[in-house]
T-cell receptor, first 110, second 116 residues
């Protein structure tokens, strides 16, 4: 199974871009990178996913390096409500379970 | 609200009792997943079900835990003879029938089980 490495915690000023890195150096060619977040003790919220190309939606952008060994989730204008634990997950090939690591605790401050 | 629904949101049981957790997937979704989150830990996969079939139960404890997803009605996670170590948040997720790897899982709000 591909493993992910994320910083334990990060801070970001409100209104600034939050850039959350993730290393997945053992990712296989057909494994997707998913990002979820968990606000306080709520259910995880899907943010974005990608395979090779950069992706953007209404919540965030996902930048995947050309060798696919790392990626960055970008929240373009962080708000206080973006304070959460962010999980970078590599979808295990040919199975459906998500393997959650410890994630990055993002604190957005005023 | 067409999201994943779980009930009850909070459940208190005494040791030795049974706990039943229910999950209604999003409309049109036929795949259900159960995850458990112990205090201060990440989510751990338990079981993956399709209608009337258990597809992957590799994360389920060998005893006391069972899950079903009948043809009609919600998915049920059942814990018999609960112990204090079962106290956790239990999350259900669902995804549509589709191409497997590309299916996004959408999570419910969770059931917080407390065993006294």
């Amino acid at each position: 199974d591909a493993k992910t490495t994320q910083p334990t915690s990060m801070d970001c000023a409100e209104g600034r871009a939050a850039n959350l890195p993730c290393n997945h150096s053992t990712i296989s060619g057909n494994e997707y990178v998913y990002w979820y977040r968990q606000i306080h003790s709520q259910g995880p919220q899907y943010i974005i996913h990608g395979l090779k190309n950069n992706e953007t939606n209404e919540m965030a952008s996902l930048i995947i390096t050309e060798d696919r060994k790392s990626s960055t989730l970008i929240l373009p204008h962080a708000t206080l409500r973006d304070t959460a634990v962010y999980y970078c997950i590599v979808r295990v090939y040919n199975t459906d379970k998500l393997i959650f690591g410890t994630g990055t605790r993002l604190q957005v401050f005023p | 609200n067409a999201g994943v629904m779980q009930n009850p949101r909070h459940l208190v049981r005494r040791r030795g009792q049974e706990a039943r957790l229910r999950c209604s997937p999003m409309k049109g979704h036929s795949h259900v997943y159960w995850y458990r989150q112990l205090p201060e830990e990440g989510l751990k996969f338990m079981v993956y079900l399709q209608k009337e079939n258990i597809i992957d139960e590799s994360g389920m404890p060998k005893e006391r835990f069972s899950a079903e997803f009948p043809k009609e009605g919600p998915s049920i996670l059942r814990i018999q003879q609960v112990v204090r170590g079962d106290s956790a948040a239990y999350f259900c997720a669902s995804s549509p029938p589709g191409a497997g790897l590309r299916d996004t899982q959408y999570f419910g709000p969770g059931t917080r089980l407390t065993v006294l």
